[in-house]
């Protein structure tokens, strides 16, 4: 008997055209250079702005943590909306004082093991151009302070900082090559990226989607989920939605930079909800279905734990929601080069800064993943059908003689 044909799941705006991913590797590309730490992200939100006022069927609204939800104007009106999620600092320093004309107090947030800190370089973003510095030494301060404090030492020329000021690493600029996007920071402005990539080719097709699709864009995730944290016990997100935070996480030998992007099931702290979980999991096993003849190379993804740190998912999940992650692996994390070797004590030259760096292709799936989820998300996933296909098959073992 031939075989019953199975009707095309992905949407007709699947995939992007060559010029819109070329677009969006322009976006990546600027994004992950904004100097942006916890509770500063502002030039971030300035670059975002431009980005929403030529968008004018977008609609955004703020929160009272800062963070921000974009809807289409024209969605549909059916309950449990899929939210993307991203966050929109790295880990930085911000001024904090100039005890003296050549030396600036800098406190430092986010986690970055202090082996990366003396001698660094550093370039403090001023209201009038950048001034770089040389960090020195840790600042020894009274009390318990929340963030460590380090002093650095500002080389001669360039405009006096305030407090307040970023300061992030002095690293060359963006570059893609042999299919690596080397950056600033990629966590989490490159998953802003995506979202953004994903949102933008939505836009022709918002009031067709079966259930409204939104952004969450949170604020202070690399001190503790702050944005995320604020935005759940306000309410921001209704409680019927299901949520996709969107992630780069530390790549290991088993969750390789280039192989895909992960559906994680569970990060350092938490597992997440796994019909969600499944539900992403089996779209992104049709997409390579349906790819399979045409594909090259092959479209791929992964579905892994990674444990190398946390995230947002698990505040949302803790707070009852359906929330899972999909994440970029990155190499490089937090901007710390050869970490397993620092980590082990086992590293034969001084701990570096370095840029981080995820695949371009990786980054493409990830958008494409995401257009796939916002046309369609199965209740859940194939675990339920699993189960009853299990029983209906094989459950009159269990019948009582």
Known sequence: MAARMQ????????????????????????????????????????????????????????????????????????PAPLYLTAHLDHPAFVLDDLPAFDTAELSFRGGVMPDYFPDSRIRIHTAKGPRTATITTKADLPGRPVFDHWYATLDADGPTPVRGDVAVCDLPPAEIKDGLVHTLACDDLAALAAALAAFDCLIPHAKHLLR???????????????????????????????????????????????????????DRVSVFSPTLTAAIAARAEEIVGETAASAEPPWKWQRKLMAGGAC???????????????????????????????????????????????????FEGLVDLLLACAARLGESGNVSALITRLWDEKGFVLETR
Not at 31 to 57: H, K, M, N, Y
Not at 243 to 265: C, H, K, M, T, Y
Not at 354 to 361: K, N, Q
Request: overall charge negative.
């Open 312 to 362: 947002e998912a698990s505040v949302f999940c803790h707070f009852g929601y359906e929330a899972t992650c999909v994440c970029l692996p990155l190499g490089n994390y937090h901007n710390m080069g050869d970490l397993a070797n620092v980590q082990a004590g086992t590293n034969t030259a001084p701990a570096t800064i370095e840029r981080e760096f995820i695949s371009l292709s990786d």
């Open 7 to 78: 009707a095309p799941t992905l949407p007709n705006f699947w995939p992007p055209t060559p010029a819109a991913r070329t677009l969006h590797a322009q976006w990546l590309l600027e994004l992950t250079q904004i100097p942006s730490a916890s509770g500063s992200e502002d030039a971030v939100l300035r670059w975002l702005r431009t980005w929403f006022a030529q968008r004018p069927s977008l609609r955004v609204t703020q929160d009272a943590h800062g963070n921000l939800t974009v809807a289409f104007e024209s969605e549909p009106t059916a």
């Open 212 to 266: 409204p699709v939104r952004l969450l864009l949170t604020r202070a995730e690399e001190i503790g989920f702050l944005g995320a944290i604020g935005a759940c016990r306000s309410r921001t997100i209704p409680l019927d939605a299901r949520i996709i935070a969107l992630e780069n996480s530390r790549s290991f030998a088993d969750s390789p930079i280039g192989g895909g992007p992960v559906v994680r099931v569970g």
